[in-house]
C-alpha cells in the first residue's frame, strides 16, 4: 500500500486590515496580521513533520504586505504553491482538491486550513490511517463552531460536492457531511479542533502549544495590552 498522501493547505496571505480582523480589539490590525501569520506557520512546519506527507499549499493574497511575508516566502519553498480560483471560498476549495489531484494524480488528498495551529503531525498523521480505512472514501473533522477543520478525500474530484454548501455557518459541518453523503461516500470521522476566530479561541489554542509562534504571538498582544494598562494608570 502507497502510504504518501497530499496535505493541502488553503491559506491566506496574512495582510494587517484583512486577516483575523474578529481579534480586534484587543490586538490591532497589525497583531491580529501576526497571529495569522504565526498560525500558518505553525501548521506549514506541522506538514512538513507529518511523515509521507506531499505538501501543497493554495494560496490567495500577497504575501509581499502580509505579516511575515518573508518567513511565509522560505517555508513555502518546500510546498508546491499555486494559487485559489474559484467563484467563492466553496468553489475554491473544490478547485483546490482537483488542482492537486492534477498535480499528484492517484494519491488521497487532506485539506486543512491555517486556524488550527495546535495540529500536530501525529494529528495529520492519523488523517491519512483514518481515510484508508477500506470503509471510508472521506474523512471530515469537525470543528468546535460547527464547521470543518479537515477534510480527506481519496478521489480529489469528490469535492466538488462541497460547491452547493454554504461555508462559515453553525451547520457547514453537517452539511458538508450530508454532501459527500449524497455523492454515494462513505464519510469517516476525525478528532474535533477549534478554529481560531476570536482572541478567547486563540488563548485556549496557545495553550495547546505553548512553545509555538501562534502561542508567542497570542503572548505578545496580551503583554502589550498590561503595558497599556501601566501606562494608562500612570
Not at 460536492?161 to 457531511?177: E, I, K, N, W, Y
Not at 470521522?189 to 488563548?203: G, N, R
Request: glycine residues 8%.
Amino acid at each position: 500500500m502507497n502510504l504518501s498522501f497530499c496535505i493541502l493547505v488553503v491559506a491566506k496571505a496574512p495582510v494587517p486590515g484583512f486577516a483575523k480582523t474578529r481579534l480586534c480589539p484587543p490586538a490591532s490590525a497589525l497583531q491580529a496580521a501576526d497571529i495569522a501569520a504565526a498560525s500558518l506557520l505553525d501548521t506549514l512546519g506541522a506538514v512538513l513533520d507529518t511523515p509521507g506527507a506531499i505538501p501543497v499549499v493554495a494560496m490567495t493574497g500577497d504575501l509581499a504586505n502580509a505579516a511575515r511575508g518573508r518567513e511565509i516566502s522560505r517555508a513555502l519553498r518546500e510546498f508546491a504553491v499555486f494559487a485559489q480560483h474559484g467563484r467563492d471560498f466553496a468553489a475554491r476549495l473544490a478547485n483546490a482538491h482537483i488542482d492537486t489531484g492534477t498535480l499528484h494524480p492517484g494519491l488521497p488528498v487532506v485539506q486543512i486550513g491555517m486556524d488550527t495551529p495546535q495540529v500536530t503531525p501525529e494529528i495529520l498523521a492519523s488523517t491519512r490511517e483514518a481515510l484508508l480505512q477500506p470503509d471510508h472514501d472521506a474523512v471530515l473533522g469537525p470543528a468546535e463552531d460547527g464547521g470543518w477543520w479537515a477534510l480527506g478525500l481519496r478521489d480529489p474530484h469528490h469535492a466538488r460536492a462541497l460547491t452547493d454548501v454554504p461555508m462559515s455557518q453553525t451547520d457547514t459541518g453537517d452539511l458538508t457531511r450530508q454532501a459527500l453523503v449524497d455523492k454515494g461516500l462513505n464519510v469517516g470521522s476525525l478528532i474535533t479542533l477549534s478554529d481560531v476566530d476570536t482572541m478567547a479561541d486563540a488563548h485556549r489554542v496557545a495553550k495547546l502549544n505553548p512553545l509555538g509562534r501562534f502561542s508567542e504571538a497570542v503572548a505578545a498582544v496580551q503583554q502589550q495590552g498590561s503595558v497599556d494598562q501601566q501606562g494608562s494608570a500612570a
